[in-house]
């Protein structure tokens, strides 16, 4: 029998995790059809249930559109959602938003969020930067309806308004949370 240290596994686990990886490239893939058609339904739903958001959106420099992030915590909490960059109504880049958080939580959740860059500058200087958006978060979400004080650092040093709606789930809490937004090819 073979003696395994743990330098051979965890050699091993990144070999086949980097193996892994390249397979599912997204070049070829239906992934970006697939987020398009749910911004496109998540948009018509924000604007359908919430009418002022449409004036918003009209005066935006683009739009990041995640139709659905799903996040579960006890005590430590993580989350996870893809979305469309749009400008002009195109989309111009797909993006992953990966959350992490720790605190008093415990519960699941599902919600969409829109970002909306209400200046050119805003926008390029998401496009350019790492993407983190740190806060604290006082939240609870019960059903349909959730209220959220949020103070985010996005919010602090540029003009972007972010709508959070259509939460559904069991969550209670309060933590410290950061989202990191990763371009993506899907």
């Not at 996870?80 to 605190?103: C, E, I, P, W």
């Not at 500058?121 to 983190?132: E, K």
């Amino acid at each position: 029998m073979s003696n395994f240290s743990r330098r051979s596994f965890v050699l091993a686990a990144l070999a086949g995790a980097t193996t892994a990886a390249a397979c599912n490239n997204g070049v070829g893939s239906q992934g970006g059809a697939r987020i398009d058609a749910r911004a496109d339904s998540t948009l018509n739903y924000l604007f359908t249930n919430y009418p002022n958001t449409q004036d918003l959106a009209a005066r935006s420099a683009g739009m990041l559109v995640m139709p659905l992030i799903t996040e579960a915590g006890f005590g430590v909490g993580g989350g996870f959602g893809r979305g469309a960059l749009r400008v002009n109504g195109t989309t111009v880049d797909y993006y992953s938003a990966t959350k992490g958080s720790f605190g008093l939580q415990i519960g699941g959740q599902q919600f969409s969020h829109v970002l909306f860059f209400m200046t050119e500058g805003a926008l390029s200087n998401f496009r350019r930067s790492s993407g983190w958006a740190a806060g604290a978060d006082i939240e609870y979400v019960f059903k349909n309806e959730g209220e959220n004080l949020r103070a985010e650092t996005t919010a602090i040093n540029s003009p972007v308004v972010a709508v959070i709606f259509g939460q559904a789930g069991a969550m209670a809490g309060a933590s410290l949370e950061g989202v990191k937004y990763t371009r993506i090819i899907p």
